[in-house]
T-cell receptor, first 111, second 112 residues
């Protein structure tokens, strides 16, 4: 079993739709949870991170963590064509200092 | 602030040849990572440096991969000899004391 599982998609939605991206994990030692966005032929860039269960909002993006279920989500409201990218969940713990990534979900927002 | 620089951006070699990638991290970032990202997968850590010392190289195939970070700044990753399954994007990332890792654009390696 992989430590981080993510549905690879692809996911295609119309502009303005609400997008839900999800990951599950098996390692209860993970302490922080991140979402990276990766445009084609670019390196990943950090969107959001959180340490605790619950919701964290940043503009059109909301990160949700449920540690009891080992499940994290990223919601994108009012999706835009510029949101078209691959979204990677990543997790780690402060002791190890390295990240474990999901496979990424490829999102296309159609104008 | 300049980002993480990597070169070359693309490289095509034949199997059994050797190849080297270069990374220049963000100034002042003590921690440097090399990741391998195979098409359709997430990045997988190969090696982590803290200044010029290796913190974690447990996932590095040491029979063919080597990496160094002389003087705790730039780093090189070498593959010798390359295999077909080494075809991937090699990402370099760096960070300071904070949580965020900053990634370079990657080197796309094709092994024929």
């Amino acid at each position: 079993q992989k430590e981080v599982e993510q549905d690879p998609g692809p996911l295609s939605v119309p502009e303005g739709a609400i997008v839900s991206l999800n990951c599950t994990y098996s390692n209860s030692a993970f302490q922080y949870f991140m979402w990276y966005r990766q445009y084609s032929r670019k390196g990943p860039e950090l969107l959001m991170y959180t340490y605790s269960s619950g919701n964290k909002e940043d503009g059109r993006f909301t990160a949700q963590v449920d540690k009891s279920s080992k499940y994290i989500s990223l919601f994108i409201r009012d999706s835009q064509p510029s949101d078209s990218a691959t979204y990677l969940c990543a997790m780690g713990n402060t002791g190890a200092n390295n990240l474990f990534f999901g496979t990424g979900t490829r999102l296309t927002v159609i104008p | 602030e300049a980002g993480v620089a990597q070169s070359p951006r693309y490289k095509i070699i034949e199997k059994r040849q050797s190849v080297a990638f270069w990374c220049n991290p963000i100034s002042g970032h003590a921690t440097l990572y090399w990741y391998q990202q195979i098409l359709g997968q997430g990045p997988k850590l190969l090696i982590q440096f803290q200044n010029n010392g290796v913190v974690d190289d447990s996932q590095l195939p040491k029979d063919r991969f080597s990496a160094e970070r002389l003087k705790g700044v730039d780093s090189t990753l070498k593959i010798q000899p390359a295999k077909l399954e080494d075809s991937a994007v090699y990402l370099c990332a760096s960070k300071d004391y904070r949580i965020e890792q900053f990634f370079g654009p990657g080197t796309r390696l094709t092994v024929l």
